[in-house]
């Protein structure tokens, strides 16, 4: 399968903690993007890389969040000082630049 | 005001029916929409794609677009039961392809 992975695909953690979660898109594409979707909502847009570089950063975005994508290939969020207001399924998507984007299965995150 | 908006639902129709999902959007620099379908505890698959004014079919599925009246609306002919999901309306725009996603639309295809 060459879709777009996401790993862990769930994770519990206690308030205060740091996590990550890794993406890794398909292999061609050179867009990356991270949403967050709480229940009942659509995903909210994170962040968009164009190869390694950031090039958008939502204001959803604290500063307690940061992503990174070294050499263009997989992504990593981090989560710092987790919260329960951080709960949520984290999303990755890739495309090519044509404008579909294609979802990895996301990854759950529980604060308890 | 959300740049997409779309009932929540839930739309409940007979199998075999056909379902109809609407979608509005605010940003006349949208360039392309999108739906796509999302089972519960799943991450989005993409069902159809337009950009262009007027209607775009695929299988049983209809998409409609009409930049005038910022509407985009999805058809599903001859609902089946596991068509029953949420249907994400989603709004691409800017320089940097941001999408926009909706609240999405509850589909119960009743047996």
């Known amino acids: 399968d060459t879709g777009v992975s996401q790993n862990p695909r769930h994770k519990i953690t206690k308030r205060g903690q740091n996590v990550t979660f890794r993406c890794d898109p398909i292999?061609?594409?050179?867009?990356l993007y991270w949403y967050r979707q709480t229940l009942g909502q659509g995903p909210e847009f994170l962040t968009y890389?164009?190869?390694?570089?950031?090039?958008?950063k939502s204001r959803l975005l604290s500063d307690r969040f940061s992503a990174e994508r070294p050499k263009g290939s997989f992504s990593t969020l981090e989560i710092q000082r987790t919260e329960q207001g951080d709960s949520a399924m984290y999303l990755c998507?890739?495309?090519?630049?044509?404008?579909?984007?294609?979802f990895g299965p996301g990854t759950r995150l529980l604060v308890l | 005001q959300k740049e997409v908006e779309q009932n929540s639902g839930p739309l409940s129709v007979p199998e075999g029916a056909i379902a109809s999902l609407n979608c509005t959007y605010s940003?006349?620099?949208?360039?392309?929409f999108f739906w796509y379908r999302q089972y519960s505890g799943k991450s989005p698959e993409l069902i159809m794609f337009?950009?262009?004014?007027g209607d775009k079919e695929d299988g049983r599925f209809t998409a409609q677009l009409n930049k005038a009246s910022q509407y985009v609306s999805l058809l599903i002919r001859d609902s089946q039961p596991s068509d029953s999901a949420t249907y994400l309306c989603?709004?691409?725009?800017?320089?940097?392809?941001?999408?926009?996603f909706g609240i999405g639309t509850k589909l119960q295809v009743i047996p």
């Open positions: 998507a890739s495309t090519s630049g044509a404008e579909t984007q294609y």
């Open positions: 292999s061609e594409h050179n867009r």
């Open positions: 890389f164009q190869n390694e570089a950031q090039l958008e």
């Open positions: 940003d006349r620099g949208s360039q392309s």
């Open positions: 337009i950009y262009s004014n």
């Open positions: 989603a709004a691409i725009s800017g320089g940097y392809q941001k999408v926009t």
